[in-house]
C-alpha cells in the first residue's frame, strides 16, 4: 500500500500562514487538512496560503477542506488565497464553480504580496 | 511524457471488487492507473477517472448502507476504441445520485454550501451516465471518450 498520509508544512511569512500541501487532497487525506486548518485557526492564525505546487490530485472532498477552511478564515477575519495551481487542478476548480470564489495566484510571492 | 494514444490500438477489460471501505478507494486508484498504463492511455485522464471513481464510490461507501457488514462493490472496466465504459453495482439501498438538485455555483464564498460537489464533478467529467435499479442492485453506468483530452 502507499502512504496514506497527507504531508503539510506550516510556515510562518510575517502575518501569514504558508501551508504547503502535498500529493493528494482526496477522501483519505482531506480530513487531515481539515484538521490542520481548525488547529491553526484555534491557536491564532487567520490569513492563510494553500501553496498546491506539489498537489497533483484533489477531489469533492479537497474542495470541502478548502472551502470549509476559507471560510472560517474569513470568520475569523482573515483570508485564504491559493497559489501555483497545475493546470488539472485549476480545470477542477473551474468545473466546480470554485475560481470565482479564491484569489488564485501563480507564486508563493505574488500570494505573499496579495497581504501587504 | 505522455505516449500518444493509438486508436483501436487495444481494448480491454477489468473486473474490481472492492468492499465498502473507504480505504479501498487508494487500492482502486492503484489498479485504474495500472489499467490506464498497460493500455497507454492519457494522463490527464487517468486524473479524471480516478476523481470520477472516488466520487461515486465514497458516495456509495458513506451514503448507500442501513447495516454495518461488509458490502461488495463490483466494477467492470470496458475499453474499446478510444471509449471507456463502466458500471459500477452495489447492493445498497435504491438510490439515485444523478437525481440530486445541483448545487448553487453562484452563491460567494460565506454561502457557498460545503457538500453536494460530487456527483455535480462526475456529470461534467464523463460524456454519458445513467442510472438503474435491477434486482437489489444499483447500477450506475458511464461512458467517457479517452482520446479526448477534456
Redesign the interface.
Known amino acids: 500500500m502507499e502512504n496514506k498520509e497527507l504531508a503539510i508544512m506550516d510556515i510562518k511569512k510575517g502575518e501569514v500562514c504558508v501551508l504547503k500541501i502535498c500529493w493528494k487532497l482526496d477522501v483519505n487525506t482531506s480530513p487531515l487538512l481539515e484538521a490542520k486548518f481548525s488547529a491553526l485557526l484555534e491557536s491564532g492564525e487567520k490569513d492563510f496560503i494553500l501553496d498546491f505546487s506539489e498537489v497533483v490530485y484533489i477531489s469533492s472532498s479537497g474542495l470541502r477542506a478548502v472551502l470549509m477552511g476559507a471560510k472560517k478564515s474569513a470568520a475569523a477575519g482573515g483570508k485564504t488565497v491559493l497559489c501555483a495551481l497545475k493546470p488539472q487542478i485549476i480545470e477542477v476548480f473551474n468545473v466546480a464553480g470554485f475560481t470565482p470564489l479564491f484569489s488564485l495566484f501563480a507564486t508563493e510571492e505574488e500570494a505573499l504580496e496579495s497581504f501587504k | 511524457m505522455e505516449k500518444e494514444f493509438v486508436a483501436n490500438s487495444n481494448a480491454g477489460q477489468q473486473c474490481v471488487i472492492l468492499e465498502n471501505r473507504?480505504?479501498e478507494?487508494?487500492?482502486l486508484?492503484?489498479i485504474v492507473e495500472e489499467f490506464f498504463g498497460e493500455h497507454q492511455l492519457p494522463s490527464?485522464m487517468l486524473?479524471?477517472m480516478?476523481?470520477v471513481f472516488?466520487?461515486i464510490i465514497?458516495n456509495i461507501i458513506y451514503y448507500g448502507y442501513e447495516d454495518d457488514t461488509k458490502h461488495e462493490i463490483v466494477i467492470n472496466m470496458n475499453l474499446l476504441n478510444g471509449i471507456l465504459a463502466v458500471e459500477i453495482k452495489d447492493d445498497g439501498k435504491a438510490f439515485n445520485p444523478l437525481a440530486n438538485p445541483e448545487?448553487r455555483?453562484?452563491a460567494?464564498?460565506?454561502e457557498?454550501p460545503?457538500?453536494g460537489?460530487?456527483i455535480?464533478?462526475v456529470k461534467?467529467?464523463v460524456d454519458e451516465i445513467r442510472y438503474n435499479r435491477y434486482n437489489n442492485f444499483n447500477i450506475l453506468s458511464f461512458r467517457k471518450n479517452i482520446r479526448d483530452k477534456g
Open positions: 473507504i480505504d478507494i487508494r487500492r486508484s492503484i490527464e486524473f479524471k480516478n476523481l472516488e466520487e465514497s448545487p455555483l453562484d460567494p464564498l460565506e457557498r460545503i457538500g460537489m460530487g455535480y464533478l461534467h467529467l
